[in-house]
C-alpha cells in the first residue's frame, strides 16, 4: 500500500491548487448578475472589504492548513525511515478541519437555493478542493499505518 503514497500526494497537491484557484460556486442573482469566485478570490475580497480577520481566518483554514498538512505529509513519505516519526501531534487536528470549506460553500449553495433570491451552482473548484482533502486524508492514513522500512 505504501507505494500508491507518491501518486495519491501528487494527485491531492494537483487537486488542492485547482480547488484553491478555480471558481468553487456560480452565484446568479435575479438573472442579471453572476459571479463565480475562487477560495483565493474570496479571500482577495474579504481583505480588500476590510473583512481582515475573516480573510485571515478563511486563508489559515483554507490555504495554509492544508499546504502545511501536505508538506507534512511529503516528509513523512519521503525523508526517510523517520519520515513517518516526524508527523507532529497537532497534524491530527488539522485534518477534523479539512472539510470545514466545503461544507461552508455547501451551506452557502443551500441559502440561496432556498432563498428564491438567488440561484446557485457547485463549479470544479468546489469538487477539487474535496478531492484534495479526501485524497490527503489516504495519504496522511497511509504514511501512519505504513511507515518505510
Keep these: 500500500m505504501r507505494n500508491f503514497l507518491p501518486p495519491i500526494l501528487f494527485f491531492a497537491t494537483f487537486s488542492f491548487a485547482l480547488g484553491i484557484t ?3 460556486v456560480r452565484v446568479e442573482v435575479m438573472l442579471v ?6 477560495l483565493v478570490g474570496m479571500i482577495a475580497g474579504l481583505w ?22 501536505l508538506l507534512l505529509l511529503f516528509v513523512a513519505a519521503f525523508a526517510g525511515p523517520a519520515g513517518a516519526q516526524r ?9 477534523k478541519w479539512s472539510m ?15 432563498s428564491g433570491f438567488a440561484k446557485a451552482f457547485t463549479q470544479p473548484g468546489l469538487w477539487f478542493f474535496a478531492a484534495s482533502v479526501l485524497l490527503t486524508a489516504t495519504a496522511s492514513a497511509l504514511a501512519k499505518q505504513n511507515p518505510p522500512e
Design 22 to 24: 478555480l471558481p468553487l
Design 100 to 114: 470545514l470549506d466545503v461544507l461552508l460553500v455547501a451551506i452557502v449553495v443551500f441559502a440561496a437555493k432556498t
Design 33 to 38: 448578475f453572476s459571479e463565480e469566485p475562487s
Design 48 to 69: 480588500s472589504a476590510s473583512d481582515h480577520l475573516l480573510a485571515i481566518i478563511v486563508a489559515l483554514f483554507s490555504v495554509v492548513f492544508p499546504t502545511a498538512k
Design 87 to 95: 508527523l507532529p501531534g497537532w497534524f491530527q487536528a488539522l485534518a
